[in-house]
Structure formats: structure tokens, C-alpha cells
């Protein structure tokens, strides 16, 4: 797409965005920007296609509960217990309720309501708490919904929870797990580690069988990753929280022999970006079953 096309079209959405557009009208034109083609929606094939339906059509505000980072922690007790679970220090629903004087030195701070609401703390004797206090009450008046129209998000409501600080999950040699679940089985996981700016990346099947792009990709193809000693567990965990969603991502953590689990995720990027394994476009979208 040249320059004044995509100009053009950025210029559109936000008229849109300022109309009130409906969010399927704002998700196509985000959808175009993104890779240069319409989605179909009307008889989705691929797996963004059919991962953009979902979002706009089947997991909706009711859903809500799995994707609040204070709300999930029951959902995830239930299913497959609370040792899973990083330990909190609590919950608010304003800024002024933290008293800063009683966290320990370290401790990480999150929006409930979205992705990339963080505030990682090493030292607290380093932190500014006027400056930090500014930057939460800015994610507390955000509106997660609205980034990708993910109706998903409309209704959780703006908090922030407080967490035990890992050195582990912090590191930039740390591995994210992240099952790709389609009809309550997980079928594929995608790792990945950054270190020193440098991503690395892989694909594995349930066997441990590594999938590589068509195309060379460095990250890619570069990248080979030891199975972890509780793999299977982690298996079973993923199929556990999967349970019953037509599709669902399940990111988890392996620190030493302990699993800790990350998020649920629904729409990865949002669900605007195609996969750069060609195959997958294809072949997730056939695992998706929609609903007639």
C-alpha cells in the first residue's frame, strides 16, 4: 500500500472513530491497514478472519471475566488451583488506596482492564511515587474496548492490582509459553525469548516438532528451544483452562520446575495481524469451528 492510500485510509478510520462507526465498519478499515486486504467476514476461511468474527460476534462483553487480570485469578483457582497463580499484594479501584509506605521494595503494578498497563518495580527507594501515581491514574481513565474494539474489554472495569515481583519473569532470557487451543485442545505452542533486543521465536506441535515459516525468517529459523521437564503439565494445564472456547490462547511461564500462569488471551494483536507462517493462516483457521 503506497503512502497516500494508507494516509488516506488512516484518515477515514478516524472519521469513523469520531462518527461512532459500528465496530465491524472500524475492524475492517484496521484490518486493511494491517495487511493490505479486506477480511471476509461473512464466510471466514482464514484464522485472523475467523479470530475477528469471534471478536465482533461471539465473545462478547459476558466474557468479560476471563480477561480482567484480578477477575481470571477465580476462573483459574477453579480449574486448576491457586499454586498456579503469582501472589498479589491487592486490589484498588483508585490510586489514593495504595499506601506505597506498605509494599514490599519490590512489586509489579498492573491495569486489570488491558494489555500493557505495567508498572515493574525493582527498588522502591528508586521509584517517583508522584510520577508513577500520574501514569496510573492515566491508565485508570482508559477505555481498553476502544483500541481494538474488542467488546470483550467493554464492561471490565478499571483497576489496579498489585503482584510479587519475579527477577525471573523480568528477564529478558525468560521464555513465554503460549498455547494455541482451538475447540478446548491445544494443538500448537508458540515460545519466545528476548535478550539483548535480539527476539527469538519458535513454533512446536504438541509433540515437541518444530515449525518453520516457508520463508526464511531469522527468528525463526535461528531459534531452537529445549523442552521443558513439565512440558506434559503444561499441557494439561493449557487443555484444562481451554476447556469449552472455540478458541483461546493460554500463556504460561516455567520458572525452574514451577509453572505460573500469565493471561487468556482471545484476540492476539487484536486479532488484526496475519501469521507469518503462511500455513497457519489456513490450517488455524480450519481448527476453528464457528457456530452455525
Known amino acids: 500500500m503506497n503512502f497516500f492510500k494508507r494516509k488516506f485510509y488512516k484518515t477515514y478510520l478516524s472519521l469513523l472513530e469520531f462518527l461512532g462507526a459500528s465496530d465491524e465498519e472500524i475492524t475492517k478499515i484496521q484490518y486493511f491497514l494491517k495487511n493490505n486486504k479486506k477480511p471476509n467476514l461473512s464466510d471466514p476461511k482464514e484464522f485472523m478472519e475467523k479470530t475477528l468474527w469471534l471478536k465482533l460476534y461471539y465473545y462478547t462483553e459476558n466474557y468479560g471475566k476471563f480477561v480482567d487480570k484480578f477477575e ?15 501472589d498479589i499484594f491487592g486490589i484498588y479501584d483508585s490510586v489514593s488506596e495504595i499506601n506505597f509506605d506498605a509494599l514490599p521494595n519490590q512489586f509489579v503494578i498492573k491495569g486489570t482492564h488491558g494489555s500493557g498497563y505495567n508498572v515493574i518495580v525493582k527498588d522502591k527507594n528508586e521509584l517517583n511515587i508522584d510520577k508513577t501515581k500520574k501514569k496510573l491514574n492515566q491508565f485508570l481513565t482508559e477505555k481498553y474496548y476502544y483500541k481494538f474494539r474488542e467488546a470483550i474489554y467493554k464492561n471490565v472495569k478499571p483497576r489496579l492490582i498489585i503482584e510479587k515481583y519475579i527477577s525471573e519473569i523480568d528477564s529478558d532470557a525468560l521464555i513465554d ?24 521465536k519458535c513454533f512446536y506441535d504438541m509433540n515437541w516438532n518444530k515449525v518453520l515459516p516457508e520463508k526464511f525468517i531469522p527468528a525463526f529459523h535461528n531459534s531452537d528451544f529445549k523442552k521443558p521437564d513439565n512440558f506434559d503439565e503444561m499441557i494439561r494445564i493449557a487443555e484444562k483452562l481451554c476447556e469449552g472456547f472455540l478458541f483461546l490462547r493460554v500463556d504460561l511461564y516455567s520458572i525452574g520446575d514451577k509453572i505460573i500462569f500469565g493471561e487468556l488471551t482471545f484476540f492476539s ?24
Open 72 to 86: 481470571v485469578r477465580d476462573y483459574v483457582e477453579e480449574k486448576i488451583g491457586k499454586q498456579y497463580l503469582n
Open 177 to 200: 509459553y503460549k498455547f494455541h487451543c482451538f475447540n478446548g485442545k491445544p494443538e500448537y505452542v508458540y515460545l519466545q525469548k528476548n535478550k539483548s533486543k535480539d527476539i527469538t
Open 269 to 292: 494483536n487484536g486479532g488484526l495481524i496475519r501469521s507469518s507462517i503462511e500455513r497457519f493462516n489456513k490450517e488455524f483457521g480450519e481448527l476453528i469451528k464457528l457456530p452455525n
